[in-house]
């Protein structure tokens, strides 16, 4: 069965440092791996895609994630947080491929990143 | 032009009731979803359909029925409500399949706040 690890609840960060948000998965075969922002009272806005190639992939508003197979993570970065990034984040996986029941999208349970000034 | 469209926004209603919720998508997509988004913020996907079929259906008491008159849309309505249906409900679209250089994200409503009271 599908996975998704967000072992934080919280992450803070001062304003202009670097920010970490990790994730680890668990999917049997190639995953397609995804994370979303959800602003207060907004529904979910993707960010950026780990499909296939690239192990750093780029995403909207700076945002960079990285694709370790062997650690199975997919941990969201930004070289230099900015006081709007505080959001609620979530990671998601879903098999590749196909359709059916493998088009099922599985989340964690978000970290919450505080910016703070 | 919103791309995943739900309607009400607020749904406030007694216990005992039966409500629907509305979704249409105008992007093509030909699998849809139901997610719950309880007091913790955590998203439980509910149902999915691949072109107006069930595929996914996690365990969601029957009280729970969805429907998709076409591949645009996916309605899902509630009887008897009780206090726990109280959550956020959020419908998302996604093409099936997928890879690189293809869509493979899911697109999200803005979400229906459902209060039982």
């Known amino acids: 069965a599908q996975s998704v690890a967000q072992p934080e609840d919280q992450v803070n960060v001062a304003e202009g440092n670097p920010l970490t948000v990790k994730c680890t998965y668990s999917?049997?075969?190639?995953?397609?791996l995804f994370w979303y922002v959800q602003y207060p009272n907004r529904g979910l806005q993707f960010l950026l895609k780990?499909?296939?190639?690239?192990?750093l992939v780029k995403g909207s508003y700076g945002f960079e994630a990285e694709f370790n197979k062997s650690q199975t993570s997919f941990h969201l970065k930004k070289p230099s947080a900015l006081v709007s990034d505080s959001a609620l984040y979530f990671c998601?996986?879903?098999?590749?491929?196909?359709?059916?029941?493998?088009?099922?999208?599985?989340f964690g349970t978000g970290t919450l990143l505080a910016v703070q000034p | 032009d919103t791309a995943v469209s739900q309607t009400p926004k607020y749904l406030v209603t007694q216990m005992g009731n039966d409500k629907s919720i509305k979704c249409e998508q105008n992007?093509?997509?030909?699998?849809m979803y139901w997610y719950k988004q309880d007091s913790k913020k955590f998203l439980k996907i509910m149902f999915s359909y691949n072109n107006k079929e069930l595929i996914i259906n996690e365990t969601v008491p029957n009280r729970f029925s969805p429907k998709s008159p076409d591949k645009a849309h996916l309605n899902l309505h509630i009887n008897s409500l009780e206090l726990g249906d109280s959550a956020v409900y959020f419908c998302?679209?996604?093409?099936?399949?997928?890879?690189?250089?293809?869509?493979?994200?899911?697109?999200f409503g803005q979400g229906t706040r459902l209060t039982v009271v």
């Open positions: 999917v049997s075969g190639n995953p397609y």
């Open positions: 998601a996986v879903r098999k590749s491929g196909g359709g059916g029941a493998t088009n099922k999208l599985i």
């Open positions: 998302a679209s996604s093409p099936i399949g997928g890879g690189l250089g293809k869509t493979t994200e899911a697109f």
């Open positions: 780990y499909i296939t190639g690239d192990n």
């Open positions: 992007l093509g997509h030909d699998t």
